[in-house]
C-alpha cells in the first residue's frame, strides 16, 4: 500500500521565521512528487519533483527531492502571514498517475 | 475562463437521501478527478475519467457512482448517503492522466449527512 507521512502536522512561527516541512513516501513504481497549498478552500500547485537532488524554487520557497532515502523537504524562508496555509504533499505512481496524499502540515505564521 | 466549478457549495442530507455533485470545467482537459477530504487528511481518490467516455475506482469507491456526461463536465452521485460520506468533496481536472501537475482543484462541495 502506498504511504505518504508528512511532519510536522502542525507548526506555529513567527513571521520572518524559516520552516522546512517534510515528506517521506513509499510508493510502488514512483515516478513524482507534489507538493500544494491549500487555503480555505482548494489545493493549489506549488511544486512537481522527478529527479533527485534538483532543487525547485519559487520565490521564498523551494524544495527538494531525495529518491534514495525517499523524501523531500519543503523550505519557505522569511515566512509572511499569507504563507498560513495547510500543505499537502502527494506522490504519483507511474503505472496510473494516481496520486496519494500525505495528512498536510497546518502552517501558522503570526505576526 | 472560471477553471473548475462545483455545485452545489453545501449540502446537508440526511442517511439514506441520495444526491449528485456536479463539476465542470472549460480548460478543454482531457481527465476529471473527485477526491474527498476528511479532518486531518490529505485528499483520497475516489473516482477519476482518464478521458470522455471512460471512469475508473479510485482508493475510495464505494457509496459512489460517476458519470462523464462530457467532456466538461464529471458528475459524483452518493445513491443512499450515510453519515461516514460527510466529507469536503474536491473536484479536480488536468489536460491529461500523466499531466499531474496541471490538475486544478475546484472550490470544494461540504457535504453533511445526518
Known amino acids: 500500500e502506498d504511504k505518504v507521512v508528512q511532519s510536522p502536522l502542525s507548526l506555529v512561527v513567527h513571521e520572518g521565521d524559516t520552516v522546512t516541512l517534510n515528506c517521506s513516501y513509499e510508493?510502488?513504481?514512483?515516478?513524482?512528487l507534489l507538493w500544494y497549498k491549500q487555503e480555505k478552500k482548494a489545493p493549489t500547485f506549488l511544486f512537481m519533483l522527478?529527479?533527485?537532488?534538483i532543487e525547485k524554487k519559487s520565490g521564498r520557497l523551494s524544495s527538494i527531492l531525495d529518491k534514495k532515502e525517499l523524501f523531500s523537504i519543503l523550505n519557505i524562508t522569511a515566512t509572511q502571514t499569507g504563507d498560513s496555509a495547510v500543505y499537502l504533499c502527494a506522490v504519483e505512481r507511474g503505472s496510473n498517475y494516481k496520486l496519494t496524499f500525505g495528512k498536510g502540515t497546518l502552517l501558522t505564521v503570526n505576526p | 475562463n472560471a477553471g473548475v466549478t462545483q455545485t452545489p457549495k453545501f449540502q446537508v442530507l440526511k442517511t439514506g437521501q441520495s444526491m449528485t455533485l456536479q463539476c465542470a470545467q472549460d480548460m478543454n482537459h482531457n481527465s476529471m478527478y473527485w477526491y474527498r477530504q476528511d479532518p486531518g487528511m490529505g485528499l483520497r481518490l475516489i473516482y477519476y475519467?482518464?478521458?470522455?467516455?471512460?471512469?475508473d475506482k479510485g482508493e475510495v469507491p464505494n457509496g459512489y457512482n460517476v458519470s462523464r456526461l462530457n467532456k466538461r463536465e464529471f458528475s459524483l452521485r452518493l445513491e443512499s448517503a450515510a453519515p461516514s460520506q460527510t466529507s469536503v468533496y474536491f473536484c479536480?481536472?488536468?489536460?491529461?492522466?500523466?499531466?499531474?501537475?496541471?490538475?486544478?482543484f475546484g472550490p470544494g462541495t461540504r457535504l453533511l449527512v445526518l
Open positions: 510508493v510502488t513504481n514512483f515516478r513524482s
Open positions: 475519467s482518464a478521458s470522455e467516455g471512460t471512469t
Open positions: 479536480a481536472s488536468s489536460g491529461s492522466l500523466s499531466r499531474t501537475e496541471t490538475q486544478y
Open positions: 522527478t529527479s533527485s537532488g
